[in-house]
């Protein structure tokens, strides 16, 4: 036999054997990392999901190089094609070549790998737009809290590896092209506004007062990041500016639980309100348990602290840095809840926005109730013990860290 022949035959099948194994990784890291979520339903989830429903044809990325089980065409030297031939009856030139791609694509892929693992460099914003100092304040708290992430997750990421592949990392980022401009939805943290204002600068809208609720969740007016191919987010990752508004996590908490239990809901009581009744509610008689309405705060806590949740998480109250990676994709503008509308216009200016564009101050749902703040987190915190408000600090642990926050309500 041709040694040639042979040689090229193992390095074949060792090629295989490599795209194999990493394909296998990556099918098992997805399997362990959404297996909680798997028991919710595939229904809109009034509008947000940790994950779409097409989130399984994205792990077409990770096999993107190629299937070596398929069968290759070989055309003979006269130009008549041969049909389906075995890659060991091929000539060892075109061999040689097919090998030559595939380990192209396959450096190319750990290539990915290892950009996605490493922290990413902190650039300095773009204030051409900026005439005057009205903004000075507003610039230099901007400047510490991105100098604070990029400190964190330079320390972080040295003991900590990210192994969450890219289209999930980026499935909460929405993409408006006209002002290169990506936005990771933190629900809870302003999202619905902040949609409203992207539907304007992308031309879809005139003014945000007149977006509806369902227009910004249901109306899939904008695109997402893991719409594009790898190419395109790989370079909108490297040179659109990115912004996350984030928020207190227990008042993001409080004020996920008070929109979704508090209230009629169609979906949330349904869903979560009659799982949670069910395992965390003694003697719950049975009107609660076929309604799911009337969850109370305590044990919506016994429900988010459970390890054997009855029901999976979701994003109203999921960690910020499992919903936007902040230690891998490198956020250029950090927005906090606390200080909406200022941080808002003020990037609204550092991007060329139009003049007469402004953050909505306005809530859209259940607009009569206070908003959450301090005193509300403290009301509801009043009855939970002392031994499970630690555990809701260690459950948002890194948010806290990540984004400066201070020590929770040690005291009711």
Same mark, same amino acid.
């Given at each position: ?15 295989? %054997? ?20 798997? /028991?919710?339903?595939?229904?809109? =989830?009034? %509008?947000?999901? /940790? ?10 990325? $990770? /096999?993107?190089? *190629? ?12 130009? !008549? =094609?041969?049909? +389906? ?6 000539? &060892? ?25 490493? &922290? ?7 204030? +051409? ?5 009205? $903004? ?14 990029? +400190? ?12 969450? !592949? ?12 006209? !002002? ?12 619905? #506004? $902040? ?68 209230? &009629? ?26 309604? *799911? ?23 109203? $109250?999921?960690?910020? =840095? ?7 994709? %490198? ?13 808002? #216009?003020?990037?609204?200016?550092? /991007? ?13 749902? !259940? ?46």
């Amino acid at each position: 036999m041709n040694l040639k022949l042979v040689y090229i035959s193992v390095l074949m099948f060792g090629v295989a %054997g490599l795209l194999l194994f990493m394909y296998l990784q990556a099918w098992i890291e997805e399997q362990h990392t959404v297996s909680e979520e798997k /028991i919710q339903p595939q229904t809109i =989830n009034q %509008g947000f999901k /940790i994950y779409s429903a097409e989130e399984s044809e994205r792990t077409k990325y $990770w /096999i993107a190089v *190629g299937n070596l089980s398929k069968p290759s065409k070989a055309v003979a030297k006269n130009g !008549h =094609n041969l049909g +389906n031939v075995s890659p060991l009856l091929q000539s &060892p030139v075109s061999m040689t070549t097919k090998i030559s791609e595939e380990l192209q694509k396959v450096t190319f892929l750990l290539k990915q790998f290892k950009q996605v693992n490493l &922290p990413p460099a902190m650039h300095p914003l773009n204030k +051409n737009f900026i005439k005057d100092d009205r $903004w000075k304040a507003t610039d230099e708290m901007q400047e510490e809290r991105r100098s604070f992430l990029y +400190n964190f997750c330079k320390k972080y990421l040295r003991e900590h590896r990210p192994r969450t !592949h890219l289209m999930r990392m980026v499935s909460r980022i929405y993409v408006e092209e006209q !002002h290169k401009l990506l936005y990771c939805e933190v629900p809870k943290a302003g999202c619905s #506004n $902040w949609k409203r204002v992207l539907m304007v600068l992308s031309g879809l809208a005139k003014s945000a007062a007149n977006i509806s609720h369902d227009a910004v969740h249901y109306g899939k007016h904008l695109k997402k990041l893991d719409s594009y191919d790898l190419k395109g987010i790989h370079m909108r990752l490297k040179t659109y500016t990115k912004v996350i508004f984030v928020r207190d996590p227990m008042e993001r908490l409080v004020s996920a639980f008070r929109d979704k239990f508090e209230h &009629p809901n169609s979906y949330y009581h349904p869903v979560f309100g009659k799982a949670i009744i069910k395992k965390y509610r003694l003697n719950a008689d049975g009107e609660a348990l076929k309604t *799911g309405s009337g969850v109370r705060f305590k044990e919506f806590v016994q429900y988010l602290l459970d390890s054997h949740r009855p029901v999976g998480m979701d994003t109203h $109250w999921e960690q910020i =840095n499992k919903l936007c990676y902040p230690c891998v994709i %490198g956020y250029d503008f950090i927005g906090k809840f606390e200080t909406v509308e200022e941080d808002a #216009n003020y990037f609204l200016r550092l /991007i060329g926005a139009p003049e007469g564009l402004t953050f909505p101050n306005f809530k859209d749902r !259940h607009s009569t109730d206070k908003r959450t703040n301090l005193e509300v987190v403290r009301k509801h915190l009043e009855e939970i013990p002392d031994s499970e408000r630690q555990k809701m600090y260690d459950f948002y642990y890194l948010d806290y860290l990540m984004f400066n926050y201070t020590v929770p309500y040690t005291e009711a």
